[in-house]
């Protein structure tokens, strides 16, 4: 039987916007085969139930992306991805071998 893949969207106003939400999350993009970016609403629609995404600077989104994104998440069709997740999608680095950068934007993150 075939393993189902599991993707993470990342959502922004622009690429541009996702591409930087990738990078804040120190995501590997040795792994964008599993991510998909979405900077439209409509673009939003017919994932599968409980899909994850990260976003980031929703207050500077237009107000149609938003509100899609706050109505797929309250009905469970999209979730916030947790730790596994993107641990899924992060490079392979030691926990010693993080750099005090990211250390920083993790704490600032919680």
């Given amino acids: 039987m075939k393993e189902r893949v599991r993707l993470v969207l990342i959502i922004g106003a622009s690429k541009m916007e996702c591409y930087r939400t990738a990078k804040t999350f120190d995501l590997d993009f040795l792994n964008v085969d599993r991510m998909r970016f979405v900077c439209d609403p409509y673009h939003l629609r017919g994932w599968s139930r409980g899909t994850a995404f990260i976003a980031l600077n929703r207050p500077t989104w237009p107000e149609n992306l938003d509100l899609v994104l706050q109505a797929l998440t309250v009905k469970g069709q999209l979730r916030i991805a947790n730790d596994r997740d993107l641990a899924e999608l992060r490079a392979d680095?030691?926990?010693?071998?993080l750099s005090q950068q990211s250390l920083q934007r993790e704490g600032a993150r919680r």
């Fill in 93 to 97: 680095v030691p926990s010693a071998a």
